[in-house]
């Protein structure tokens, strides 16, 4: 099949006007002009017109069986509060619950243009339950937590479970210690030494918030005070920066996602630079929290492969304000907050960046040939417009989406139905 278009976003800085690209299988087979790129015989041939195709986004961190919680929970008086809030949450949710908010999540994942997510799964085998009930690429993170002394060998026989059933069903399936503050340092040790003998990737929560700096660099606050009351051993707490303790515990594995580091020491830029390591921003539930401002600069400076991520709606909303999962509200969020990123550059980072994070980067996040055909549509609404400014501000549902060569989702008000 043929897609015509009056706008093609391929990748960081090349758009292609009155652009086409041939669809074959799954995959893209070529990209180019309209008469660059001409139909075989008897080939369908689909001009959408006024329209702008982009690479469906690749949402670097979500959790989406907490979809359900948009408004539940508020940001409490710390990061301690919450985390109390949503432990007591979860557990009076039943398992169909989890998962129908685990499919609605996809849903509104699909409908905003995300083709690809990284999902972290706290229940173990429900991802494999769910896996084929969507078409949106899910790459489940199996959540690991053991701060007992002695969790170590479950969590490794829990990842290892996990890992064989969802690898079967999955781009890329991982391993996520949730958070130095929920795990020893001889599980991050063992789990990150996993995932590299199974070469997959990590995702761990580190430095999100201030109750967890301190616990690390003081030995002091809630959070700390709270898991010592659980068990946790704290012979390993202040040392240094929650990221210096994952690190010092051998805790970043080849490819690990460190989602938030909203809290940075001087040494910290370095390790997150390393080759193999990202670092994912969840602009909404950054703000909703209130924590200080991401250091974006530093880190891009420091030259880490920063991406975006929507997190889960359980740090959203309240006060009567809905909210959905969509990477455009996260796109405008953080172009609003840091204007001097060109919009070219955050589309890079909600796409391109995260399938690099995945280590997909050659079949995902930009259209190229040989890519995977996950594409989103959108109408051309202004032609004078800059087209990567089009995209960052556009709300709303896209006008169609592809995942793998396949159409799954179509709005019927948009002309690029
Ligand atoms: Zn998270």
Not at 73 to 98: A, C, M, Y
Request: charged share 20%.
């Amino acid at each position: 099949m043929i897609l015509r278009a009056r706008a093609i976003w391929a990748r960081k800085g090349r758009v292609i006007t009155e652009g086409a690209l041939q669809v074959c299988g799954d995959k893209i087979l070529k990209l180019g002009r309209r008469d660059e790129v001409l139909p075989d015989q008897g080939e369908p041939v689909i001009d959408i017109g006024e329209s702008i195709v982009f690479p469906a986004f690749v949402n670097a961190h979500c959790h989406l069986d907490y979809t359900g919680l948009a408004g539940e929970l508020t940001p409490g008086n710390s990061f301690t509060d919450w985390v109390k809030q949503i432990v007591d949450v979860k557990r009076s949710l039943t398992q169909e619950e989890h998962e129908s908010a685990w499919l609605a999540g996809a849903g509104m994942l699909m409908q905003t243009g995300c083709g690809t997510v990284a999902n972290i799964e706290s229940i173990p085998g429900m991802f494999a339950r769910l896996a084929n009930q969507t078409p949106l690429q899910v790459c489940p993170f199996t959540e690991i937590i053991g701060y007992n002394e002695d969790d170590a060998c479950e969590a490794l026989e829990l990842a290892r479970r996990e890992l064989s059933c969802n690898e079967q069903l999955a781009l890329v399936a991982g391993i996520s210690p949730h958070a130095p503050y929920t795990t020893t340092s001889e599980s991050l040790s063992a789990l990150a030494g996993l995932a590299d003998e199974l070469n997959v990737p990590t995702a761990i929560h580190v430095s999100e918030s201030m109750d967890e700096w301190r616990m690390f660099t003081d030995s002091g606050g809630a959070l700390f005070d709270s898991m010592r009351a659980l068990g946790r051993p704290s012979s390993d707490c202040g040392l240094g920066t929650p990221v210096e303790h994952v690190s010092r515990s051998q805790g970043l594995a080849k490819r690990t996602l460190v989602i938030h580091a909203n809290q940075l020491g001087e040494s910290d830029y370095g390790l997150l630079a390393k080759p193999g390591v990202s670092v994912v921003h969840c602009p909404g539930s950054h703000a909703w929290f209130g924590h200080e401002r991401f250091e974006y600069e530093r880190l891009a400076k420091a030259g880490v492969n920063i991406c975006l991520g929507t997190d889960s709606l359980a740090s959203s909303g309240g006060n009567g304000s809905a909210q959905g999962l969509t990477m455009f509200n996260e796109m405008k969020r953080f172009s609003n907050q840091y204007p001097e990123v060109s919009s070219d550059e955050i589309i890079r980072m909600a796409t391109w960046n995260g399938a690099a994070a995945l280590g997909l980067r050659d079949v995902l996040g930009q259209l190229i040939e040989g890519a995977f055909a996950n594409l989103a549509i959108i109408p051309l609404t202004n032609p004078l417009a800059d087209v990567s400014d089009l995209i960052v501000n556009h709300a709303g549902p896209v006008g169609s989406l592809m995942i793998a060569g396949k159409r799954v989702f179509s709005c019927p008000k948009t002309i690029a139905n």
